[in-house]
């Protein structure tokens, strides 16, 4: 599949951000992994292209990072499972194998019918909110087997699944592309805030507890 | 010791992160304060507040700042580092998507501070949410003339560029953050030259976390008293804490340095019911664990050191009577060799044979050697690698030891998930006793 005119005219969008184009690069393949489902060999060209850069250096950039998917084709939907100590056990690692039992894939593969991507993630940035599952890399925080099995049947179904915090899931490709840093116009439109990052504000609220006014100094 | 919300206070507004729901609780006070003031004196303003990096190192901000040469015909830079990755660290994504407005006028003020015209917030690639929130935030403050030329007519001009990694723990590292900004491998590099002097593209470069740029604005606007009536003289100030784990009610909390982890843990509903506090780690995986005898210890940089840890993040996660420390350390310890960069020897190899030694006790055939042996490898990383993360592999195993020697010593002979089966340390148990056993 040829890159569209419209994605290169993304790319000089991205370059156009940063004082060298070079700094477009973590970015730009975010961007052709969108469109293409995986960084392409035709992919790496392009960003040697337009950075004037050799398909090894851009190669060297892009296997080092592990959201790039060099080798095989994206699932329509990625699903994270966070294993590290805080979510993977207090209940991640159950909620993995559960997964990988439905979905018949391990770590890192693809369901057979290129629904989904099942893969075992590192720390989220969620700990509060654990165990934190991501889809398309949206938040799914306090996940237990039942409430994932629950966004996998809605998946399945093709019916809207919306994230905890965050918007309804779009698909990993269009993930991958707000990732990218072009825009969704979702930015002001989700809930991100829910009641574990108000935890605080309730209680100093309900305790009447306050930072020191200004006015007293 | 009280609660005191300040970055956190409005979060319950439905419009807290937009420039008019920020301007409605006082947002966007504080630049037109700065911008009448020599960026020197700003500069003093931070330095005498206090203010230490939120991070993880704690680095005092105002003199970081201070060591960006001035007039030296380059262009400066800021670089804000919201790679938030180190497990445990919960905060700085949340302050993204709440409150991006003071980081965004706290990024002003740092760059009219540091003569910068450029500025960078780096958000790790993984969380679409933040980073869509982020450039929303970015275009909100550009249409009310916060951002761009000639800003509120200071003469000051400031670019803010938002951009994203692609999953990589190694570029929350500042220099492999640069790297990284740079479109290479997000790999670290030798210091010095620091990058307050050779940064981004080798031009002078600050590079702060989110919290920390976003406490600047409270503190010019409201003064460095107000600042340091909150905290201890050394550590002074309000933090933004993220209690997570085995706790009734995780969450955000803020509150002064000094707040002792057993207050922070009252406000945070207490250790799950029917058990009681095994151990835990102040500020992210990479600082030692702590026990329930230093639950009074004052949460500074100063007496979290004096206790044998680190403040780190100051992002407390705490585990409870049902967790195995083998378990819990083996999975940090896999987390260091996956994110391990390469680079230097000690902790590219390092990383990889205490994980094993590690996933032998895990699975009950651990040998007497792995031991002492975990301690004799780590020295062999502790100080010998190119940057903190190899040091941070090499942390977790004397204050382990020390406490919890029989656990080690049982997984000599025993599966961790024997002696902890690992349904009882979730929060919410699966019903089937197969998935409970299939753990890992």
Avoid at chain 1, 10 to 17: F, I, P, S
Avoid at chain 2, 37 to 63: C, W, Y
Avoid at chain 2, 77 to 100: F, H, Q, R
Avoid at chain 2, 269 to 284: A, N
Wanted: with cysteine.
């Amino acid at each position: 599949m040829a890159i569209s005119e419209q994605v290169r005219a993304e790319c000089r969008q991205l370059m156009d951000r940063y004082p060298q184009d070079r700094s477009a690069l973590v970015p730009m393949l975010h961007l052709l992994q969108s469109e293409q489902g995986m960084v392409t060999a035709e992919g790496l060209e392009l960003c040697a292209e337009l950075l004037d850069l050799s398909t090894a250096e851009v190669r060297a950039v892009a296997t080092f990072y592990t959201m790039y998917r060099l080798r095989s084709q994206g699932g329509e939907h990625h699903i994270g499972v966070c294993v590290n100590t805080a979510c993977g056990l207090l209940g991640g690692d159950a909620i993995f194998d559960a997964l990988s039992k439905r979905l018949s894939v391990s770590n890192g593969e693809v369901t057979a019918d290129g629904r989904f991507t099942l893969e075992r993630i590192e720390c989220q940035a969620a700990c509060t909110h654990s165990p934190v599952v991501t889809v398309d890399w949206e938040y799914f925080d306090q996940m237990d087997i039942d409430k994932m099995m629950d966004v996998i049947d809605k998946l399945e179904a093709g019916e809207e699944v919306v994230a905890t915090r965050g918007p309804a899931v779009r698909g990993w490709r269009a993930a991958e592309k707000t990732i990218a840093g072009i825009d969704d116009g979702l930015g002001y439109k989700s809930d991100a805030i829910d009641s574990l990052m108000l935890a605080g504000l309730n209680q100093a609220k309900e305790r009447g507890e306050t930072a020191p006014d200004p006015k007293d100094f | 010791m009280a609660l005191t919300p300040v970055i956190t206070a409005h979060w319950d507004e439905p419009d807290c992160f937009t420039v008019d729901g920020y301007k409605k609780v006082g947002g966007y006070r504080a630049i037109k304060k700065a911008l009448k003031m020599d960026p020197d004196d700003v500069i003093n303003i931070i330095k005498d507040s206090g203010l230490r990096g939120r991070g993880g190192a704690g680095f005092p901000t105002g003199m970081k700042w201070s060591f960006v040469p001035q007039n030296d015909g380059h262009p400066h830079y800021l670089t804000v580092n919201g790679d938030e990755s180190e497990p445990g660290a919960c905060k700085d994504i949340p302050i993204m998507m709440a409150n991006p407005q003071a980081l965004i006028e706290g990024i002003i003020i740092t760059c009219w501070a540091i003569r910068a015209e450029h500025a960078f917030v780096y958000i790790r690639g993984e969380v679409p949410e933040p980073i869509r929130r982020m450039h929303a935030a970015v275009a909100d403050a550009e249409a009310h003339g916060f951002l761009g030329e000639n800003i509120l007519g200071s003469g000051m001009n400031l670019k803010l560029t938002v951009t994203s990694g692609a999953g990589a723990y190694i570029c929350g590292e500042e220099t492999a953050l640069l790297d990284s900004l740079e479109g290479r491998r997000g790999q670290p590099r030798l210091k010095p030259p620091f990058p307050a002097v050779a940064g981004l593209y080798s031009a002078p470069t600050v590079i702060n976390n989110v919290e920390t740029i976003t406490s600047v604005p409270y503190i010019i606007e409201n003064g460095v008293s107000w600042y340091r009536s909150m905290g201890t003289d050394k550590s002074p100030g309000f933090k933004v804490w993220a209690v997570s784990g085995h706790v009734n009610r995780p969450g955000i909390y803020e509150a002064p340095l000094g707040i002792t982890m057993g207050e922070l843990l009252d406000y945070a509903g207490g250790i799950r019911d029917g058990h009681e506090l095994k151990f835990w780690l102040p500020g992210g995986s990479s600082v030692p664990l702590l026990l329930q005898d230093h639950l009074d210890t004052p949460m500074t940089y100063e007496d979290i050191a004096a206790a044998g840890s680190m403040l780190g993040t100051g992002t407390p996660m705490l585990f409870d009577d049902t967790t195995s420390v083998v378990k819990a350390i083996t999975r940090w310890l896999e987390f260091y060799k996956h994110e391990s960069c390469g680079k230097c020897t000690p902790c590219r190899e390092g990383t990889a044979w205490i994980t094993g030694s590690l996933e032998r006790f895990q699975e009950g055939v651990g040998r007497s050697e792995d031991i002492e042996g975990l301690v004799e490898l780590s020295n062999h990383i502790l100080g010998r690698s190119f940057c903190a993360l190899g040091d941070a592999a090499a942390t977790p195993y004397e204050p382990a030891l020390k406490a919890f020697r029989s656990e080690f010593e049982a997984a000599r002979h025993q599966p961790v998930d024997e002696a902890f089966p690992p349904a009882a340390t979730m929060i919410i148990p699966p019903e089937t006793a197969n998935l409970a056993g299939a753990a890992t």
